[in-house]
């Protein structure tokens, strides 16, 4: 468990030194979902964002710690695509209302956005010899 730790650890500080981008963007996507899916705990929608969300740190990690800086990482949220139509449809019969409301309706944009630059990120890992996040050579 602490190798674990270790290497998510070593993830996230080898990206924030490279990628001004991904030092804002992954607090801002990870430490929500996080906190959020501990305090609705009780609701399946919070465990399973909690669940997903750490299982992707843990496994972009061992991507990352054999293949540094690589795009593939972006693969990770794969576990989102069922997890996302589910968490549209709470929210819109729900709505934003009230705390968990409001942390649901961040959640579903931050994952959309990530979708979306995972997406690209795939795209340009196929497509192109573009298999690292920019700064990744510095």
């Known amino acids: 468990m602490i190798g674990f730790v270790k290497d998510a650890r070593d993830m996230i500080t080898d990206l924030n030194r490279v990628s001004p981008f991904l030092r804002v963007w992954g607090p801002a996507l990870n430490i929500p979902h996080v906190v959020g899916g501990l305090i609705f705990i009780g ?58 409301g409001i942390w649901l309706a961040y959640v579903v944009i931050t994952m959309a956005i990530s979708l979306v630059l995972d997406a690209w990120n795939i795209v340009l890992t196929l497509f192109t010899r573009n298999n690292a996040f920019e700064g990744a050579d510095a």
């Open 43 to 100: 609701r399946i929608e919070a465990a399973l964002v909690l669940t997903t969300c750490v299982f992707s740190v843990v496994v972009a990690a061992q991507i990352h710690k054999r293949h540094p800086f690589s795009r593939l990482t972006s693969l990770v949220h794969v576990v989102w695509l069922p997890l996302f139509p589910m968490l549209v449809d709470v929210l819109m019969t729900e709505g934003a209302v009230g705390a968990f």
